[in-house]
């Protein structure tokens, strides 16, 4: 069966820190996947996406990037946190196209 | 974009069937419509899709009317464990050419009462 992890669970870092959060995909091949934002309370925000290895798309302007280094992997980054970068985020992954996504359990992140 | 639009809380009591409602007048005719159980701190669950009529499955069924321009999630007698944020996304993905952005509903918060 297929699996998906990010870590850390939690992450409590200063402004203008760098980040790093992964995700990884087991049991699948060539996933389709995303990284999503949820500010406290709302709804989810989608702000990349992949398709294949090297190929990621972004949603929205903001301070984060994203990298898929290998079919499994997706690295959410950023060079200099900001304030407004807290959040929950979410990785998902889907097999193909309008299939359903599959989501992690998350990472809370907290700037000070 | 289909931009969707959902009630923000509902209650209910245990053993009853729980209807929600998500609106989403601009869908366009590839967008698939999907629904997810969050709870708290985790990552949402899937729980049902569909495109058009239909759909069933072991824990819930979903309604869409013929101009899609909605659809409904029932639950049948919901349990305490239901307590939960409900969401529909509604969009489309082709990763053969430009995706259509994922729209996430404000999600429903459902309390069920004992």
């Known amino acids: 069966s297929q699996t998906i992890h990010q870590w850390p669970a939690t992450l409590v870092q200063p402004v203008g820190s760098p980040l790093s959060l992964e995700c990884t995909v087991e049991?699948?091949?060539?996933?389709?996947l995303y990284w999503y934002r949820q500010a406290a309370g709302r709804g989810l925000q989608l702000l990349f996406y992949?398709?294949?290895?090297?190929?990621i798309s972004s949603e929205v302007p903001q301070n984060l990037s994203a990298s898929r280094p290998q079919d499994r992997q997706f690295i959410l980054s950023s060079k200099k946190l900001l304030l407004s970068d807290s959040g929950f985020y979410l990785c998902?992954?889907?097999?193909?196209?309008?299939?359903?996504?599959?989501f992690g359990d998350g990472t809370r992140l907290s700037i000070l | 974009l289909a931009k969707t639009t959902q009630p923000i809380s509902m209650d209910s009591y245990e053993g009853q069937e729980v209807n929600i409602t998500c609106s989403h007048n601009?869908?366009?005719?590839?967008?698939?419509i999907t629904w997810y159980q969050q709870f708290p701190s985790q990552g949402p669950r899937f729980i049902i899709q569909?495109?058009?009529t239909k759909v069933t499955n072991e824990v819930a069924s979903l309604f869409i009317p013929a101009d899609r321009k909605s659809s409904t999630l029932s639950l049948p007698r919901v349990s305490l464990s239901d307590t939960a944020v409900y969401y529909c996304?509604?969009?489309?993905?082709?990763?053969?050419?430009?995706?259509?952005?994922?729209?996430f509903g404000s999600g429903t918060q459902l309390t069920v009462l004992p």
């Open positions: 569909g495109y058009k």
């Open positions: 996304l509604v969009g489309v993905h082709h990763s053969s050419g430009s995706a259509r952005q994922l729209t």
């Open positions: 992949s398709v294949g290895i090297g190929q």
């Open positions: 049991g699948t091949s060539n996933p389709n």
């Open positions: 601009n869908i366009a005719t590839n967008d698939y």
């Open positions: 998902a992954w889907s097999e193909q196209d309008n299939q359903p996504q599959h």
